[in-house]
């Protein structure tokens, strides 16, 4: 990972800490974003991230998004495939479920994400069957 990259643990603690703020600053540093998030008793916490990762923390991607992509891997109604575009740099994977033939849900992440999902899946199908 580079200097300012961080592992999709990391980037759900981030999102949940910049989800539960009492402020949050930032500031664009041309490919980064210095990030303040200051939580209710006052305590500050300073990240620097990328771009890419600054805004799928805006729209909740780590907390939110990821959690609902695991829900519908979950889902033995619905069916999960994994369409793959190395030519797009940030969003190569899209996630489509289909239910009966129709799209129900497409989703668009990163290798890095993909790899957590599939791992998370594993993890609660495999406690499933416990």
């Known amino acids: 990972m580079g200097k300012f990259e961080y592992n999709v643990h990391d980037l ?24 303040e998030i200051i939580d209710s008793e006052g305590d ?14 805006q729209v909740d991607f780590f907390s939110s998004v990821l959690n609902d992509i695991i829900q519908s891997g979950l889902d033995n109604e619905l069916e999960m495939n994994v369409k ?7 969003f190569p994977v899209e996630i489509i479920f289909t239910y009966q033939g129709s799209i129900h849900e497409r989703y668009i992440c990163n290798f890095r994400e993909l ?16």
């Open 84 to 90: 793959l575009n190395p030519n797009l740099e940030h």
């Open 44 to 57: 500050k916490r300073c990240f620097t991230l990328t771009n890419r990762d600054f805004k799928a923390i």
């Open 12 to 35: 759900i603690e981030i999102n949940e800490a910049f989800n539960n703020a009492a402020s949050v600053l930032f500031h664009n540093l041309n490919k980064h974003v210095y990030l």
């Open 115 to 130: 790899a957590f999902i599939y791992s998370a899946l594993k993890k609660q199908k495999t406690s499933e069957t416990i």
